[in-house]
Nanobody
Framework: QVHLVESGGGLVQAGASLRLSCAAS????????MGWFRQAPGKEREFVAA????????YYADSVKGRFTISRDNAKNTVYLQMNSLKPEDTALYFC???WGWGDYTSYTTYNSWGQGTQVTVSS
């Protein structure tokens, strides 16, 4: 099992930046990729960004491309999501997830382990 703990959420004004962190523990050698998803009240969980653990290939949702950057520190088993130029529509509960194999890393069905989430609120 892989245990994930997110941190870094908060309340900010539009245009501000936040950096989310997700620390993985447990069977971290089994991780193929890690991703960030978000869910706003009354909406479905949506893909934000993902990164391959080996090679570092990255994937982004169109809505965040150019504003968000995903990165990883393999030595710390941690993935980051740098969020710049935040908008009110970015307000959501952000989840970190780990995938143990190949798949469509933009789909939540590919992921095996999930964190509890960290709240991001962007005021206008």
């Amino acid at each position: 099992q892989v245990h994930l703990v997110e941190s870094g959420g908060g309340l900010v004004q539009a245009g501000a930046s936040l950096r989310l962190s997700c620390a993985a523990s447990g069977l971290t050698f089994s991780i193929y990729a890690m991703g960030w998803f978000r869910q706003a009240p009354g909406k479905e969980r949506e893909f934000v960004a993902a990164i391959r653990w080996s090679g570092g290939n990255t994937y982004y949702a169109d809505s965040v491309k150019g504003r968000f950057t995903i990165s990883r520190d393999n030595a710390k088993n941690t993935v980051y999501l740098q969020m710049n130029s935040l908008k009110p529509e970015d307000t959501a509960l952000y989840f970190c997830a780990a995938a143990w194999g190949w798949g469509d890393y933009t789909s939540y069905t590919t992921y095996n382990s999930w964190g509890q989430g960290t709240q991001v609120t962007v005021s206008s």
